[in-house]
């Protein structure tokens, strides 16, 4: 199945900075991507996603950025707040055959 | 968004019994259900997938004997957990999505099992 990495573990950035998530995955068929948040013992709820047609989507303080080629995609996240302090998850999906799996994920905290 | 539900919350079991846990989508019908396993602040770890009225197509390391998925039905899939050690203890989640509709997919509230 597809192999998906993501990094940083961890990020600590203060308020109003920026922070910044990457994914790599290894299936070229993957053509859905995903990001989640989970915040701690609740659901991962999508915030924002992007299909392998397009190069950025932005929404609002949320961006992604995707590179086919060199497969790998990111999450911007600028003028951090304290409430975006959670765990954040990539994920790599091949809509075709319905297969879904989640990078490693990355805790989040934005200092006040 | 569309709703998944997902049942029990919560749900303490002797080891050696089976457990059932339940994931229902309430406002869309789902062709495929995806059934996770969540350690403590690790990241999700896909067990199976399963479309409904087919077999559990299973991840390598995943025993089906163990891990029974059933989605008899566009709205409801169930993961029973059967003969339950300790080690099973972990945070299981769904998550459903309509393939015809191509949505993306939406999670279940989880559910946390500890086998003692």
């Known amino acids: 199945g597809e192999n998906v990495e993501q990094h940083p573990s961890t990020l600590s950035v203060q308020e109003g900075d920026s922070a910044v998530i990457k994914c790599t995955y290894s299936?070229?068929?993957?053509?859905?991507f995903p990001w989640y948040k989970q915040e701690l013992g609740k659901r991962p709820q999508l915030i924002i996603d992007?299909?392998?047609?397009?190069g950025e989507k932005k929404d609002q303080r949320i961006a992604v950025t995707l590179n086919k080629t060199a497969k790998h995609f990111s999450l911007h996240i600028t003028e951090t707040q304290p409430e975006d302090s959670a765990v954040y998850f990539c994920?790599?999906?091949?809509?075709?055959?319905?297969?879904?799996?989640f990078g490693t994920g990355t805790s989040l905290t934005v200092i006040p | 968004g569309a709703v998944v539900s997902q049942h029990p919350s919560r749900v303490i079991c002797k080891s050696g019994t089976s457990v059932k846990i339940e994931c229902r989508s309430l406002?869309?019908?789902?062709?495929?259900m995806f059934w996770y396993r969540q350690f403590p602040k690790k990241s999700l770890m896909l067990m199976a997938t399963?479309?409904?009225?087919?077999?559990?197509?299973?991840e390598q390391g995943v025993e089906k004997d163990k891990f029974l998925i059933n989605h008899a039905s566009l709205t409801l899939s169930t993961l029973t957990v059967t003969s339950a050690h300790p080690e099973d203890s972990s945070f299981y989640i769904c998550?459903?999505?309509?393939?015809?509709?191509?949505?993306?997919?939406?999670f279940g509230q989880g559910t946390r099992l500890t086998v003692v």
């Open positions: 399963s479309n409904e009225g087919s077999k559990a197509t299973y």
């Open positions: 406002d869309f019908q789902a062709t495929t």
């Open positions: 992007i299909r392998s047609n397009v």
């Open positions: 299936d070229s068929a993957s053509n859905y």
């Open positions: 998550s459903a999505r309509d393939l015809r509709g191509d949505t993306e997919a939406f």
């Open positions: 994920a790599a999906m091949d809509r075709r055959v319905n297969q879904f799996y």
